[in-house]
Every structure is written in structure tokens, then in C-alpha cells.
């Protein structure tokens, strides 16, 4: 999945890894949409909608019939979904990381709840891209916002497994 621009406009377009294979629009409206996430069960696409100003975060069925709710209010960007699934993370226009619990109603349409704040330092904002994620047992990382000297080499570890025994 990426967002492909088109000079105004952006959308997310499904891209096959298969030789040959089609790529097709996933989202494509007369706005931009982008930095779309997958819900771990493949049932839901979270992403930005800059159908209002401004941007807010939205997430879709992705069957037959989409179906489409806003999660965030009064903006946001960088959404990431938890490991269960049943939670979406996102960042507020302010930087506030928040979270929202998703669930799904019996029509299959996804139900968001209302955002919560979680809790962790401001993050930052002005680019494409996600400076955040959730691990499989729940904890964030967060990129080093201090402004310090680039590293000069770095290390690889090969066969890193074989040492946790």
C-alpha cells in the first residue's frame, strides 16, 4: 500500500509484489487521502482524509460496501493501529498522541469510540510519515526528538536469535 501523488491530489493505491501483478487505487476521492494502515485483521484501512480542514483521521471497511467514519476530532495524523486491533492511535494538530478503541457493529460497520489522550510526550508534526509505533505487547516507541550529532557508523548484529538462547 502507498500514497501515490498526482501533482494536487494524493490517494492509496494497493501495489502487487507479484511479477507483473496490477496495482489498483484503494482510496481514491477528489481529496487526498494517505499514510494508510491496515487493521491487523485486514478488515479496516485507517488514514489520513484531507476531505476537511483539518485533516482528520478515518477509517473504512474495506468489503463491498465501504464504509467510512472519522475517528479523530478537530484533526489529526500518523495513525497506527495496536496489535489487537482493537485500538487506533493517532496525533492531534497540537502534537497530543491519542488513541480511540475500535469496534465493529453488526453490520460490520467499524464504531469508533471517543479519543482519549495517552499520555506521552508531545510529537511532532510537519511531514509524511509515522514518528511512533506500538509493539505486540503494547509499548510505544517514540523517535529522539533531541537535535544531537548524527552517528558517525553503525553496528549490525547478524544472527541476533542465536544470542538470546
Known sequence: MVTALDGKSADVWLVST????????????????????FSPDGRLVAYVSHETTPSEIAIQTLDDRPKREVVSVGGGTQPVWTRDGRELLFVDPQGVLRKVGVRRGPDGRPIPGRPEHVGAPLIGEGHYGTQYD?????????????RGEAPREIGIVLGWQNLLR
Open 18 to 37: 507479484e511479477p507483473g501483478g496490477a496495482s489498483r487505487p484503494l482510496l481514491a476521492d477528489p481529496f487526498v487521502e494517505r499514510d494508510a494502515r
Open 134 to 146: 506500538v509493539s505486540p505487547n503494547g509499548r510505544l516507541y517514540l523517535l529522539d526528538r533531541q
